[in-house]
Nanobody, 119 residues
Framework: QVQLVESGGGLVQAGGSLRLSCAAS????????LGWFRQAPGMEREFVAA????????DYAASVKGRFTISRDNTKNTVYLQMNSLKPEDTAVYYC????????????WGQGTQVTVSL
């Protein structure tokens, strides 16, 4: 059974940092695209970042570019999201996602981890 389990969320002051982790299990994801989405209260779920299987290609939402860094460790089947210079508008539930390279749809989703940024 495939599972994506996020960790590392919490409460942080504006300007602070958090590092999210997502451990995948059930099969290897070393050829799949891994990424992060987030959903703030009353808002639609939005794309945050994605990384290719080998880690050579990364994509970011404009709102987080320059502040967030996505990375992965295929030996641990884990993807990370380093979040710096956090803003209150980054407050959301963050979801880890995975998809194969021949699909545009993220098939696998984690349960989410809450990130709250206070003033």
């Amino acid at each position: 059974q495939v599972q994506l389990v996020e960790s590392g969320g919490g409460l942080v002051q504006a300007g602070g940092s958090l590092r999210l982790s997502c451990a995948a299990s059930g099969r290897s994801f070393d050829k799949d695209i891994l990424g992060w989405f987030r959903q703030a209260p009353g808002m639609e779920r939005e794309f945050v970042a994605a990384i290719s299987g080998g880690g050579g290609a990364r994509d970011y939402a404009a709102s987080v570019k320059g502040r967030f860094t996505i990375s992965r460790d295929n030996t641990k089947n884990t993807v990370y999201l380093q979040m710096n210079s956090l803003k209150p508008e980054d407050t959301a539930v963050y979801y880890c996602v995975a998809r194969s390279t021949d699909s545009t749809r993220y098939k696998y989703w984690g349960q989410g981890t809450q990130v709250t940024v206070s003033l």
